[in-house]
């Protein structure tokens, strides 16, 4: 049983939209009503459903795209409520899973954040159990753990994370546009206390379709997929980031099928094309 210490008004979700309209719907529904909403609208993008009279929403307008790391410090900074939880807008929580990830974060008060246990729509694992920025040392074998325990990072798709330590470290880092922010997130927070995989909270993903699978969005997401590889590579001391970025340009330009598809083609050239806006030690200021 829950201790009355911990309890769902003490939770604020935030979650960034950008072109999210279509999806941010079922995310909303399957929130329970005590807990908090920010809804960050990432560059006005975003038309959303009318809420329920005892929801209790936020919405976080942005004029600009800022990006997913600043849209979420923005959302964090409405809330006022212990623990923060950040989801993708193409999430579905189960039934249950808030309330066990604040029994998690009772069972394991040394613990700074925690995953969900990530599920596909189709049912699969969705388990994030590696990072480019760790040695494969760290890495876990496929699946979901069977039980609670600790892992090497956080996949973003959803945070659970307290408030506290989230404001200690500074957030994400405003610098990181798109991509990688939870990862660079994760090992700061890593340093205060353990990161933890919670069993029994289950939250349904539809991996990739948060905002689009245009090619201009493809192109986009690879631009800055491409620049934060390369910034948290040499902020967290991976071995020759830049030559490993464009090595993975030159690689995948031999391969076909990458030419076949518009989608494919856009996400290759806008990932090149990130690799050489970072050749003159730009840092993404």
């Known amino acids: 049983m829950m201790n009355d210490e911990f309890r769902l008004e003490d939770v604020t979700v935030v979650s960034v939209c950008y072109n999210s309209s279509e999806i941010i719907g079922g995310l909303i529904d399957s929130l329970p009503p005590a807990v908090s909403l920010v809804l960050v609208d990432n560059g006005g993008t975003n038309i959303f459903p009318a809420f329920a009279p005892d929801r209790r929403v936020n919405i976080v307008r942005m004029a600009q795209n800022e990006g997913f790391g600043r849209g979420c410090n923005a959302g964090a900074a409405e809330a006022s409520t212990p623990y923060l939880l950040f989801l993708n807008p193409d999430v579905r929580v189960e039934e249950g899973a808030i309330e066990a990830l604040l029994r998690a974060a009772q069972a394991y008060p040394e613990a700074s954040a925690f995953n969900p246990r990530l599920i596909n729509s189709d049912g699969g694992a969705y388990f994030k159990r590696r990072s480019y920025l760790l040695p494969r040392s760290q890495h876990l074998k496929r699946g979901w753990p069977d039980a609670d325990c600790q892992v090497p990072v956080l996949s973003g798709a959803a945070i659970f994370v307290k408030k506290q330590l989230f404001d200690r470290i500074g957030g994400f880092d405003p610098k990181i546009f798109l991509y990688h922010e939870d990862d660079d997130l994760s090992l700061r927070l890593k340093a205060l206390g353990p990161l933890m995989f919670v069993r029994d909270a289950g939250v349904v993903h539809a991996k990739g379709y948060s905002s689009g699978r245009s090619p201009a969005v493809a192109s ?3 631009f800055h997929m491409a620049q934060s590889r390369i910034y948290t590579g040499k902020k967290h001391h991976r071995p020759v980031p830049l ?4 090595w993975h340009c030159f690689v995948s ?16 050239g806008g990932f090149c094309r990130g690799v050489c ?9």
Do not use: H, I, T, V
Not at 243 to 246: C, D, T
Not at 253 to 268: E, G, H, I
């Open 220 to 222: 986009f997401k690879a």
């Open 243 to 246: 030559l490993s970025a464009a």
């Open 253 to 268: 330009s031999l391969l076909p099928f990458n030419w076949f598809s518009s989608r494919r083609r856009a996400k290759l």
């Open 277 to 285: 806006s970072m050749r003159k030690g730009n840092d993404l200021n």
